[in-house]
T-cell receptor, first 107, second 116 residues
Framework: RKEVEQDPGPFNVPEGATVAFNCTYS??????FFWYRQDCRKEPKLLMS???SGNEDGRFTAQLNRASQYISLLIRDSKLSDSATYLC????????FGAGTTVTVRA | DTGVSQDPRHKITKRGQNVTFRCDPI?????LYWYRQTLGQGPEFLTY????????KSRLLSDRFSAERPKGSFSTLEIQRTEQGDSAMYLC??????????????FGPGTRLLVL
């Protein structure tokens, strides 16, 4: 079993919609997590960090459920520019990434 | 530009050749990481340095791979006797190196390797 698993999607949503997806992790000792955004053929760019129960940054909300060992990302009022692959990572000094969730926002 | 830089951005080589990639981290960052990413997968950890010391190597890092960070600044990743399975994006990341699991890694643009 991979250390971090994500629903690959794709999630195909209209502009303005809300989309949410989860990431599960197997190492209960992991203390912090990150969501990175990756555009096609580009490097991952940090979107949000998640240390405690959750974090919110504008239209993006991340929540951490330690009991069930998952992290969620919710995007409100989706924009065309939100189309990307969203990578979840567990931080144990080195990052363990999921395979990514693809989101496509259509006009 | 004060971000992580990598060189070259693209490399095409023939099977059996050696290749070397360079990474320049953000200047005040003590930790430097190498990851490999193949199509449809997330980045996979290869190795990391704290200053010039290589502290951990993944089992993915076969004996054909070697990484150095001789002066604690830039790092090189060399692949000897390349194989087609080495084709991937090689990503470098750096972080401050604070003793905290909350510190953030910032990625460079990657070197895309194609082995023919």
């Amino acid at each position: 079993r991979k250390e971090v698993e994500q629903d690959p999607g794709p999630f195909n949503v209209p502009e303005g919609a809300t989309v949410a997806f989860n990431c599960t992790y197997s190492n209960s000792a992991s203390q912090s997590f990150f969501w990175y955004r990756q555009d096609c053929r580009k490097e991952p760019k940090l979107l949000m960090s998640v240390y405690s129960s959750g974090n919110e940054d504008g239209r993006f909300t991340a929540q951490l459920n330690r009991a069930s060992q998952y992290i969620s990302l919710l995007i409100r009022d989706s924009k065309l520019s939100d189309s990307a692959t969203y990578l979840c990572a567990a931080n144990d000094y080195k990052l363990s990434f999921g395979a990514g969730t693809t989101v496509t926002v259509r006009a | 530009d004060t971000g992580v830089s990598q060189d070259p951005r693209h490399k095409i080589t023939k099977r059996g050749q050696n290749v070397t990639f360079r990474c320049d981290p953000i200047s005040e960052h003590n930790r430097l990481y190498w990851y490999r990413q193949t199509l449809g997968q997330g980045p996979e950890f290869l190795t990391y340095f704290q200053n010039e010391a290589q502290l951990e190597k993944s089992r993915l890092l076969s004996d054909r791979f070697s990484a150095e960070r001789p002066k604690g600044s830039f790092s090189t990743l060399e692949i000897q006797r390349t194989e087609q399975g080495d084709s991937a994006m090689y990503l470098c990341a750096s972080s401050l190196g604070a003793p905290s699991l909350q510190e953030t890694q910032y990625f460079g643009p990657g070197t895309r390797l194609l082995v023919l």
